[in-house]
């Protein structure tokens, strides 16, 4: 009974606070376009964050729903019977496994294995579009040395390499076709393998600036399977984000609430490579309104390079709003609004040809309700209305994570995603498993 009554608290919260945000949103009409739905139109690039592991702005966001999940000495929360330790049945009694852990030189190396299944492909989730298939989606190997300036000067480097179903969501498809990972060699049917991280880092004190091929700091969702309380994404992380940039990003922590992003790269999801004019603005700042409230904005500005295999102009601009508000120790809620203005996508055949009406602008708003009940146990919904060029797009997903041991996370969900213009509906059962290392 009290599970039920739970389920229904979710769903009201959820519902109530996504009726809010739609009815005080304010959109420009602007011109029909049908991307997302025909099959014989031009389908936007899948777009991340993915995040890099070191930024500051994810140690505000990344794993949210599991940061009050732990015991304090001598309270195991619900779920533990008032014990801890090997045998209490606490998901937390184990060590993590990991397969190198970091030396005395500050060098690690890890990794994680994600299989899953969903019963039917998204309509914009392009993450999930091999339906009815139990699939490898992320075979993750990462080494890395973080660069931790407190002392003085300090250097460190992350590479990341990975293999299934989700690399062509993870390469530079932003680039040139055969540049970096962008390569016929890369991909093999629904299968690939991605490039998606080679940076070096450079940190003194509060200063830390990161050059070469990382992951956007842009978001709430990330690419990276053991960061995401869900297994399925959300419509605004695959087409109105990118995933990843070539270029140099400088984070500096300005107060011990406050720090500020500010970077240059070569356009959007480019891997060591500029397409067309790809040049723009990567910065933001995050900053703690309180000890559990964090408001974190981000943006791109500038000639994103490429936009659903096609070039942009030079005036694009987008940026994502998150705030992370921990209501109690246990219950988490997450509000982000996205915005993005494409323009002058066109045709390169040595310049740039603008097409009619071919400015895209979407906006999106997303929220989570993360409830977690013990080490084993966490529960969650997110609600969403996404509306490219005047057409609403809807999703509403209900999952559970369970934790039978420290290095294992079991996902299950049920999506429902709608499209009211287009009389279009499906319900979507997905589950997957991750195990880190």
């Given at each position: 009974m009290r599970m039920t009554q739970l389920s229904i608290a979710f769903m009201a919260a959820c519902s109530f606070a996504a009726g809010q945000a739609a009815a005080q949103g304010i959109i420009q009409p602007v011109p029909e376009a049908q991307y997302y739905v025909q099959q014989d139109a031009v389908q936007p690039s899948p777009s991340d964050l993915a995040v890099p592991a070191v930024t500051d702005v994810n140690k505000a966001k990344d794993d949210t729903w599991q940061k009050d999940g732990g015991h304090q000495k001598g309270d195991c929360g619900i779920g533990c019977n008032g014990k801890c330790g090997k045998g209490a049945g606490c998901c937390d009694s184990l060590k993590p496994f990991e397969i190198y852990p970091r030396d005395c030189r500050g060098i690690k190396i890890g990794g994680w294995t994600q299989f899953g299944y969903h019963s039917q492909d998204s309509i914009a989730d392009f993450f999930n579009q091999y339906e009815d298939h139990l699939a490898l989606h992320q075979q993750w190997m990462y080494i890395e040395r973080e660069a931790d300036?407190?002392?003085?000067?300090?250097?460190?480097?992350?590479?990341?390499?990975?293999?299934?179903?989700?690399?062509?969501?993870?390469?530079?498809?932003?680039?040139?076709?055969?540049?970096?990972?962008?390569a016929d060699s890369f991909q093999h049917?629904?299968?690939?393998?991605?490039?998606?991280?080679?940076?070096?880092?450079?940190?003194?004190?509060?200063?830390?600036?990161?050059?070469?091929?990382?992951?956007?700091?842009?978001?709430?969702?990330?690419?990276?399977?053991?960061?995401?309380f869900f297994y399925s994404h959300a419509f605004t992380m695959n087409n109105s984000k990118p995933f990843t940039h070539t270029g140099v990003l400088g984070t500096y922590d300005w107060t011990d609430r406050l720090t500020l992003f500010a970077g240059w790269t070569l356009g959007w999801d480019t891997g060591f490579d500029q397409f067309g004019g790809?040049?723009?603005?990567?910065?933001?700042?995050?900053?703690?309104?309180?000890?559990?409230?964090?408001?974190?904005?981000?943006?791109?500005?500038?000639?994103?390079?490429?936009?659903?295999?096609?070039?942009?102009?030079?005036?694009?601009?987008?940026?994502?709003?998150?705030?992370?508000?921990?209501?109690?120790?246990?219950?988490?809620?997450?509000?982000?609004?996205?915005?993005?203005?494409?323009?002058?996508?066109?045709?390169?055949?040595?310049?740039?040809?603008?097409?009619?009406?071919?400015?895209?602008?979407?906006?999106?708003?997303?929220?989570?309700?993360?409830?977690?009940?013990?080490?084993?146990?966490?529960?969650?919904?997110?609600?969403?209305?996404?509306?490219?060029?005047?057409?609403?797009?809807?999703?509403?997903?209900?999952?559970?994570?369970?934790?039978?041991?420290?290095?294992?996370?079991?996902?299950?969900?049920?999506?429902?995603?709608?499209?009211?213009?287009?009389?279009?509906?499906?319900?979507?059962?997905?589950?997957?498993?991750?195990?880190?290392?």
């Open positions: 300036g407190s002392c003085g000067l300090d250097w460190g480097f992350r590479f990341d390499m990975m293999y299934g179903i989700d690399a062509n969501n993870t390469q530079a498809f932003g680039n040139t076709p055969g540049r970096w990972d962008y049917g629904e299968y690939g393998w991605a490039l998606p991280q080679l940076y070096l880092e450079v940190a003194y004190h509060d200063l830390s600036v990161k050059a070469g091929h990382f992951y956007t700091t842009i978001g709430y969702e990330v690419v990276p399977a053991p960061d995401n790809g040049n723009n603005w990567l910065g933001g700042f995050s900053y703690a309104l309180t000890d559990s409230v964090d408001f974190i904005y981000m943006s791109t500005w500038g000639d994103f390079g490429a936009y659903g295999g096609v070039r942009t102009g030079d005036d694009c601009y987008s940026h994502s709003i998150v705030l992370d508000v921990d209501i109690t120790e246990r219950l988490n809620y997450v509000f982000q609004s996205d915005w993005m203005k494409v323009q002058d996508i066109g045709i390169d055949d040595g310049e740039l040809v603008s097409l009619a009406g071919a400015n895209l602008e979407t906006f999106g708003i997303n929220q989570y309700l993360i409830y977690t009940l013990n080490d084993c146990w966490a529960f969650g919904a997110r609600l969403e209305w996404w509306k490219p060029e005047g057409e609403s797009f809807y999703n509403a997903t209900f999952g559970v994570n369970y934790r039978p041991h420290t290095n294992v996370v079991i996902r299950p969900e049920i999506r429902h995603e709608w499209v009211p213009t287009e009389n279009y509906e499906e319900t979507i059962f997905g589950i997957d498993m991750v195990l880190t290392y």
